[in-house]
Every structure is written in C-alpha cells, then in structure tokens.
C-alpha cells in the first residue's frame, strides 16, 4: 500500500540495512556479508564482530572485495557487498564485469549515499555515472531504493536472486512511500498516483521530488501521474509504454546524470515501443560533483519539485 504523505522515514536506512543484514545471516548460512572498512557507517560493525564467520571486512580495498565475493559465491555462498556509491561502481568496476558478471557469479553490491546524498563528502564521493556503468553490464539488475520498506523487502528477496545486481541507496533516508506488507517486484514499476495528463517516473531521493511535484501540478489543474521505476534494468517496457499512451507527455527525474541513467532507459523503451512521445530528463546535467548540505545541493544541481514542474510545462 502506498503511505506517502511527504513525512521522512522513522529510522535511518543504516539501521534498517544492519538489522536485515544480521537477519539474513541467522536465517541462511550461506549468506556473507563483506564491507571496505565501513561498517560503523552503514550499522553492520556489531554483527560484523558477532559473527566473524559470516561478515569479512575487507579493508579499503574494494576491488579485491568484489573479487572474493566471486570466489565465495562460486563456493555457493551469497555474498552481499557494501561500500559508498562510488568505490561499489568506478573503482571495481573491471571485477563486477568479470569476477561476478561474466563469470556466471552472483552478488548483490550496494552503493550508499548516491550522488547528492554524499553531501559533505563532495565530488570525489558522489557518483552521477553509477547506474549507467552497471546497465550497460550484461545480465545485470540495477535498483534504487526508494525507502527503507522496499530496502527491507528486497535485501530479502535479492537472497536466492541469480546474477550480478547494484542497489543504489543512502544510509540515512527519504520520505516514507509504502507500508511495511506493500508487495514489490523486481522489474515492476510502481503507479503512485494516477493522472492523464503527464506522466512523471522517479527513482530514489527524485521519488518524492515527483510526489510534490504533482501536487503542485494537481493545484494548477494538470494531473500528473507519478510512476516509482526502482528497478532501472531490467526496465518495465510495458508500464513506461502504457503510460505514454495513456498520458502523451513523460518526465523522468533521477539523482544521477541525465546520460545512460533512468531518462535514458525509459527513452530507449519508448523508442523501441514505437510511442515517439515529448520525454524531459530532470538530472544531473553531464557534471561532476560538488560539496555541501544536501538541500543546497538538490538546488544546485536541479533536482527538485519545482524543477519537475517546470519540465512538465515545458511540455
């Protein structure tokens, strides 16, 4: 059930990520978990040092990380992998593609705090390229959490998942968007609101950007529908289609760069599904990253409601 009324999440998703994490591992043997010395950061150091079997800290070394998780999970283990957003991407990418991908490997590599959300730890520590780096690796899943029900939900379903899969999310938290029981599928798109008039798709931290949004909309008469695409590979053709029938008008909002993210796969459904509809990309505009508050940085790079509004009457 959709619960969005634009009030934060009550706990911060490192803690919601520790606790399933430590669950997981009760739960199935199989289960190991490998951080790069960031387990205070992420709420995993008090299971990490209870279960000393099941949780490796690798070090700063997130390559050969990535590596072990291709060993374990080729000895039939299911390796889940966390550091920041972009040492799971840029700094290990050669060993995703080779040691889990191209192997025939799985494991599910979470990147935290994604683009704005590094927020003080600036540009060296804020990946806009991610997702377009793990869509463009054969077979892969790539997801963005939405908010901490879905992290729950998925860190358990992404157990028994086959394949390499990212999942992009921040430690702290965004607004709360589903109840605890809301039923989610891997390659299934959310309808959050319904509307006629445009349709708006949103991932991540831009989900509740997009929610805003049409409530701004709605009091100037336009009804926009707002679509959660938390998974961006493989994407759901036939919901992006649907829409653009139904609606005429898309906008995607993203907190990643506007090349070969969300606005880029949801184009390439269009255009292979034959609806050549006016599509507007609200995203990170082919930059590097900055440092400072968050709210300064949604404003700085664009990435906001009233941004969202502005693309939708642009259209």
């Known amino acids: 059930m959709v619960i969005y009324d634009g009030q934060m999440d009550k706990s911060p998703y490192k803690n919601i990520f520790g606790a399933e994490m430590e669950a997981l591992a009760k739960a199935d043997a199989d289960v190991v978990y490998l951080d790069a010395d960031l387990m205070n950061s992420i709420g995993t150091y008090k299971?990490?040092?209870?279960?000393?079997?099941q949780a490796i800290n690798c070090?700063?070394?997130?390559?050969?990380?990535?590596?072990?998780?291709?060993?374990l999970s080729a000895a039939g283990r299911k390796p889940y992998v966390h550091t920041?957003?972009?040492?799971?991407?840029?700094?290990?990418?050669?060993?995703?593609f080779l040691s889990i991908a191209y192997a025939g490997n799985s494991a599910r590599i979470f990147g935290t705090d994604p683009g704005v959300t590094a927020a003080f730890n600036g540009g060296t520590h804020m990946p806009f390229e991610d997702?377009?780096?793990?869509?463009a690796i054969p077979g892969a899943t790539v997801i963005e959490i939405s908010d901490g029900a879905m992290l729950k939900s998925l860190m358990w379903q992404l157990?028994?998942?086959?394949?390499?899969t990212y999942i992009r999310t921040t430690r702290k938290g965004y607004p709360a968007v589903y109840s605890d029981d809301h039923p989610f599928q891997i390659g299934k798109g959310e309808v959050l609101r319904?509307?006629?008039?445009?349709?708006?798709?949103a991932c991540g931290l831009m989900v509740g950007e997009a929610m805003k949004a049409a409530s701004i909309l709605a009091g100037e008469g336009i009804a926009a529908r707002v679509i959660d695409m938390f998974?961006?590979?493989?994407?759901?053709r036939e919901l992006v289609l649907k829409a653009a029938q139904e609606t005429g008008k898309i906008v995607t909002a993203e907190n990643h760069s506007?090349?070969?993210g969300l606005g880029d796969a949801v184009a390439n459904a269009l255009i292979e599904g034959g609806q050549f509809v006016p599509i507007k990309k609200v995203g990170v505009q082919d930059q590097f990253g900055s440092v400072g508050p968050q709210d300064y940085l949604q404003e700085h790079y664009g990435l906001t409601a009233a941004k969202i509004v502005e693309a939708v009457k642009s259209l």
């Open 47 to 53: 299971f990490w040092k209870n279960n000393p079997r």
């Open 59 to 71: 070090g700063i070394a997130e390559a050969n990380m990535v590596g072990i998780a291709g060993g």
């Open 84 to 96: 920041f957003g972009p040492f799971a991407s840029r700094r290990c990418y050669d060993q995703a």
């Open 131 to 135: 997702i377009a780096l793990y869509r």
């Open 159 to 164: 157990k028994e998942h086959k394949g390499l």
């Open 194 to 201: 319904d509307g006629s008039d445009v349709t708006i798709i």
């Open 231 to 236: 998974t961006i590979k493989p994407i759901d």
């Open 258 to 260: 506007i090349i070969g």
